[in-house]
């Protein structure tokens, strides 16, 4: 497999750790950017090892029905793939792989803090593959970022994440995203097929974007792998230009509609 293949058609928006000043353009540009080998890989196999322990002993906890305490967090999170991440040795987890890695220099650089709290994240649910559909965490959650942690190689065997570079406001509701054959279509429209990207990652490469850009599951028949991923989330408290994302981020235009999105988008470019 070439360069060109693992990075997708866009080499630019692809670092070695040391290139924060080359990571802050492209966020500028695009939204989002690759790490190559942000993370030590034996540490990140150490932690997907840990996750996979995490999933079987939750699962069984939960086909016994012993799910006190965590009913809502049945019916809502696992669902969609999350796994308790309070179960996963957490001070080991974090120390393996925040040391001796420049994740707490490039964090701190480009958002103003380097956040230490993670989301841990499976792709399957009992055994079947459980893609999202495009979204934009900032419709539930803080204005923030996310260094998306593969604890596995994505994008061959085991899925990845597909992102529309430049994306961001306005936010689409979930009622607004809720056919994901119709929104593939519809945004594939608005934003033109060379918007759509999706990187090959190996374990200890991170992705890393925005809490506005428009993402989902890139899910592919030939993917049968099961993926594991964290996601390494914290708030921007630093000045810091992101395409899509407006002056004022908590004034960010919602769409209830995915219809309205052509005229927000032409009245934005032409304003």
Not at 23 to 39: D, W, Y
Not at 51 to 65: I, L, P, S, Y
Not at 92 to 101: D, G
């Amino acid at each position: 497999m070439t360069a060109l293949d693992v990075d997708q058609g866009h080499p630019e928006l692809v670092f070695e750790p040391s290139d924060v000043d080359g990571m802050r353009e492209a966020l500028a540009s695009a939204g989002c950017f690759v790490v190559r080998g942000l993370f030590d890989r034996e540490a990140v196999k150490r932690a997907r090892e840990r996750a996979v322990a995490v999933a079987t002993n939750f699962d069984a906890k939960v086909e016994r029905g012993d799910i006190s305490g965590y009913e809502n967090f049945i019916a809502g999170a696992y669902q969609a793939g999350h796994l308790p991440e309070t179960h996963l040795d957490v001070p080991v987890t974090t120390l393996e792989l925040f040391k001796a890695s420049a994740y707490e220099t490039i964090a701190t650089n480009l958002f103003g803090e380097a956040s230490h709290g993670f989301a841990l994240r499976r792709s399957h649910l009992k055994g079947s593959p459980n893609p999202l559909g495009f979204h934009q965490d900032a419709f539930f959650t803080e204005f923030g970022y996310n260094f998306w942690t593969p604890l596995n190689d994505a994008g061959v065997t085991a899925p990845n994440i597909e992102l529309i570079l430049g994306s961001g406001e306005p936010l689409l509701s979930h009622s607004a995203i809720v056919d994901a054959v119709l929104t593939e279509q519809y945004l594939r429209q608005c934003y033109g097929n060379q918007t759509f990207w999706h990187p090959i990652l190996n374990a200890g490469d991170v992705l890393v974007f925005s809490t506005f850009i428009t993402h989902r599951t890139r899910q592919t028949p030939e993917m049968t792998g099961e993926r594991y991923s964290i996601e390494i989330r914290g708030p921007i408290k630093a000045p810091v230009e992101i395409a899509g994302v407006p002056s004022d981020p908590s004034a960010a235009k919602l769409l209830n509609s995915i219809t309205e999105l052509p005229d927000f988008l032409v009245q934005a470019k032409c304003g």
